[in-house]
């Protein structure tokens, strides 16, 4: 059992060949850091780094590796704020009026769930 939860956990990028679990996710770096790699990377050379707890990453884009700001129901999946840049017709996301803020489209998820959910139990 114990296996199977370090697999699920998220893993220190900057270990090497032996990585530890990870504790951080450094937002600037993109990366996750152990205890003593956070330590070694972020104490004394990049202390202005925003860095969260490795179970609260934020969510990232799919097509961009960027942290998502939006949702698009149309094509089910998250959008950064490079997919929200005005393209030419045909592209994606800024021509959908689908795409909502992440917690909007959260709220409205959630909802749809509680429908469904009392039309099974009817």
Do not use: W
Not at 62 to 73: D, L, Q, R
């Amino acid at each position: 059992v114990a296996a199977s939860k370090k697999e699920s956990q998220p893993m220190c990028d900057d270990c090497g060949d032996d990585p530890r679990v990870a504790a951080v996710f450094c937002t600037n770096c993109e990366l996750f850091y152990c205890i003593e790699c956070d330590a070694a990377q972020h104490v004394k050379k990049r202390k202005d780094h925003n860095r969260v707890p490795a179970d609260q990453r934020p969510a990232i884009c799919p097509v961009h590796s960027e942290p998502a700001k939006a949702y698009c129901a149309i094509h089910q999946r998250l959008a950064c704020a490079s997919c929200l840049i005005p393209v030419p017709p045909g592209d994606c996301f800024p021509h959908h009026t689908t795409v909502k803020p992440i917690p909007e489209a959260a709220i409205d998820a959630r909802a749809t769930l509680t429908a469904l959910s009392k039309s099974f139990k009817e």
